[in-house]
């Protein structure tokens, strides 16, 4: 008999958000341990007091764990204790060496997982990559931190100066006086340029192609970088963009680069902008896309490119939730 321990967290305290918890940790110690969901003999849960909304046992008798004994108990209030924290402990009819599984904020509860992680998420535009990155930092319970929307917010500020883009005098004296702001507010990221909340404004079609020219100027990229490596150094967190696993984050845990052919990437933005009330053409989108592709991988600092230890996806015909799920397969294996 093996006894393997395992623990996560949820965001709130919602049926919704245990069942995918339930699940996904319990698969993880299945795939982690080379299981077969008839050796587990009986599953033990325990949740802390602020759980009440649904068993974590009959989440995992819904997710598929049927043929073990089930039970839930709730701890007791503990101050300090980690909020909205479901364990596991799994009876396994057989000797192995078990290795225990700690996802989300629970990690924290082991040591040797307690360290801050980076994950590095690059690729190239409607790839899909904010979206996972995104889902990937909520899943975890850290920091998302939107990089492009930082350079989105550089390339607003040069657009409403009337300046050309192109003109990289005129974009280092704009720099300099430039008050950019990041704040995170239930989970999210706004971001305020001279104050003003300008998280919608900066998606513009306009603004994001603006954005890539903008950026490829060292005095704007050298800034927004300083700005994301201090904020990495101090927390785990999930950055997307271009150059994060090659520049921004040379060092970072996780690496991965997200693709997609160019028609499958423009098809995916044409219908978010369509689905925000914008009026757009597909083929000009298509258009702009490719013209990015090459602007991004051909500026001279830092261009669009996978990094050597990256693990390159293909999204092209792959839902959300399947390059989701691969990506945290990786990292869940490599912890």
Request: net charge negative; charged share 30%.
């Amino acid at each position: 008999m093996t006894v393997i321990r395992g623990a996560t967290t949820i965001p709130e305290d919602t049926p919704m958000e245990i069942k995918k918890a339930v699940k996904e940790l319990l698969e993880q110690i299945e795939s982690r341990n080379g299981l077969k969901r008839d050796e587990i003999v009986s599953l033990v849960f325990s949740s802390t007091s602020d759980i009440h909304s649904y068993y974590p046992a009959k989440a995992a008798r819904e997710a598929g764990f049927e043929s073990c004994s089930l039970f839930s108990a709730q701890e007791p209030d503990i101050d300090g204790g980690l909020p909205l924290c479901i364990r596991a402990m799994l009876f396994v009819g057989k000797n192995l060496d078990p290795k225990h599984v700690y996802l989300r904020g629970a990690r924290i509860l082991r040591k040797d997982l307690a360290g801050k992680i980076n994950i590095a998420i690059d690729g190239p535009a409607g790839s899909g990559k904010s979206t996972v990155a995104k889902m990937l930092a909520h899943d975890y319970g850290i920091l998302y931190l939107d990089t492009g929307a930082m350079y989105r917010a550089c390339a607003l500020k040069v657009l409403s100066e009337g300046a050309d883009v192109e003109d990289e005098a005129r974009i280092v004296d704009i720099m300099k006086d430039v008050k950019l702001d990041v704040v995170f507010e239930d989970g999210m990221q706004k971001t305020l340029l001279d104050g003003t909340d300008v998280s919608e404004e900066i998606r513009k079609p306009h603004v994001s192609m603006a954005a890539s020219a903008v950026s490829k100027h060292p005095s704007v990229r050298m800034h927004m970088t300083e700005k994301q490596r201090e904020i990495a150094s101090r927390m785990s967190c999930v950055l997307d963009g271009r150059d994060i696993g090659t520049f921004v984050l040379p060092e970072a845990d996780f690496k991965f680069y997200l693709t997609a052919s160019p028609r499958v990437r423009a098809r995916r933005r044409y219908d978010e902008l369509v689905a925000k009330g914008y009026q757009v053409d597909f083929e000009e989108l298509l258009a702009d896309i490719v013209r990015r592709d090459e602007q991004d991988s051909t500026r001279a600092l830092a261009p669009l490119k996978k990094a050597d230890d990256a693990v390159e996806i293909d999204t092209s015909d792959m839902s959300v939730e399947e390059v989701l799920a691969a990506v945290k397969k990786i990292i869940q294996e490599n912890l």
